[in-house]
């Protein structure tokens, strides 16, 4: 049987953890691909002199993508160089060419999925993406294939690992959000930018995938409302906590009668639900079928082997898939029209926290303004604070809708009793 060639663009975590695998697990990968060997035949990298943490052959390597995309010895390009244009643009020639694509560049799905799906239906290709959300988990073709025969109406996970991590800390030692976000950089976790982490860009464009695979919806990044964690404090979560609530960033998904809405935000996650005990860097997505009811999937959510692995894991399908004839039948294509929630139709509890004048007759008119808007209250906390002069007051709601919630927060930001609406948490579980 001929060997099975692939070309690898970069050389870098994940890279470094796919060269291990194909070398390592030779005698495995085989037996589950029909006897077929597999060789790594280009790899791309910036540096021909670096120093790797795997060996590979001198002559393997090249700073030139030509030699990869081009070569009509390989059949497979693995695409974990990351980036967004560059990295289309190679792909798009390795497809125009007829090789299959495996890539685990989240950025490049979200913004330009459609684009590379379809020229690899065009030319009959394959293109597969596990890595790109949750590393090791393998969510997206659970979405694809183990869910086909039922109808999701909700994705719901923790899908950053650094902004997991940091919420952790503050959770477990009561720290502040900066001397966190220090040592989660210190550590390799948070990056020395770390905005598109903390502030939820990068879940965003995760839950961009999910949600249209689990809806059939060509969902944009656009669509994704986000809210970073920047703004949490050691209080919030301590509050929280007494409540029984966990603080976690959440990529929150819904889909009814065919409406959908998607966001990333800080979330106030019931300690009895799974998703509060996701600890670390760890990731895991709660998904809702109609049929199936709850599941959830846990594991690491990056890191050089678990994300080798879902890229190697899609390498095999490929290869599975040449064998059969049938390259380019699994492309996922949305075939429902994109319908986005209004603001009236998005609905969840609520936890508030207000500071305001210590004295007689503020709660009346807190609570007089909830009712105006037909939001009713679960529970309301006064909670002395001895180093806030204005007192503390704590609500969840009962389910209101967001066009109500809005309502609400506008008529505080003029209530004169109100010195400050201190923090707004969506409540789950």
């Known amino acids: 049987m001929k060997p099975i060639k692939v070309g690898l663009l970069g050389l870098g975590t994940v890279g470094t953890g796919v060269v291990r695998i194909i070398e390592g697990h030779q005698e495995d990968l085989q037996r589950k691909t029909a006897s077929a060997q597999i060789s790594i035949e280009k790899i791309l ?36 160089m990351g980036g967004v244009e560059l990295a289309r643009a190679y792909i798009l020639e390795a497809l125009e060419r007829g090789k299959h ?38 969510i997206i073709r659970t979405l694809i294939d183990g869910f086909s025969s039922d109808r999701i109406t909700k994705i719901m996970g923790i899908v950053n690992g650094t902004t997991n991590y940091i919420l952790t800390k503050m959770s477990q030692e009561g720290a502040a959000y900066a001397d966190v976000l220090k040592e989660a950089q210190d550590l390799g976790y948070a990056e020395a930018d770390p905005t598109s982490d903390v502030e939820g860009l990068d879940a965003a464009r995760k839950m961009t995938i999910l949600s249209t695979l689990g809806f059939n919806s060509s969902v944009d990044l656009k669509d994704v409302e986000v809210k970073g964690i920047s703004q949490v404090t050691k209080e919030d979560i301590a509050y929280g906590k007494q409540l029984g609530y966990e603080v976690k960033l959440l990529g929150i998904a819904e889909s009814q009668d065919d409406h959908i809405s998607v966001s990333v935000q800080p979330t106030m996650v019931k300690k009895s639900h799974p998703l509060s005990a996701v600890n670390g860097v760890f990731n895991a997505v709660y998904v809702y079928g109609e049929a199936v009811g709850e599941t959830m999937f846990y594991g690491p959510g990056a890191g050089t082997m678990p994300t080798a692995t879902s890229v190697v894991a899609d390498l ?19 075939y429902k029209e994109k319908k986005l929630k209004t603001d009236e139709q998005i609905s969840s509890k609520y936890f508030l926290l207000l500071h305001v004048d210590d004295k007689a007759g503020v709660l009346a008119k807190i609570t007089q303004v909830f009712s105006q808007y037909d939001v009713s209250l679960e529970s309301v906390l006064q909670h002395p604070n001895q180093h806030n ?34 923090s707004v948490y969506r409540v789950e579980g």
């Open 45 to 80: 990298v910036q540096n021909l002199e670096k120093e790797r943490t795997v060996y590979v052959n001198r002559d393997l390597l090249t700073d030139q993508a030509e030699d990869v995309i081009a070569n009509s010895e390989i059949d497979i390009v693995i695409e974990v």
């Open 101 to 138: 694509v495996v890539t685990a560049n989240k950025d490049l799905m979200a913004l330009h999925g459609p684009e590379i799906l379809a020229k690899a239906a065009e030319k009959g290709c394959d293109v597969f993406y596990e890595a790109s959300v949750a590393g090791g988990i393998p």
């Open 316 to 334: 095999v399908a490929v290869i599975r898939n040449m064998q059969a004839g049938v390259s380019g039948r699994e492309i996922f294509k949305p």
């Open 389 to 422: 002069p204005d007192a503390e007051i704590i609500i969840i709601t009962h389910g209101a809708n967001r066009a109500s919630m809005n309502n609400v927060i506008a008529e505080f930001d003029r209530l004169d009793v109100i010195r400050s609406i201190k």
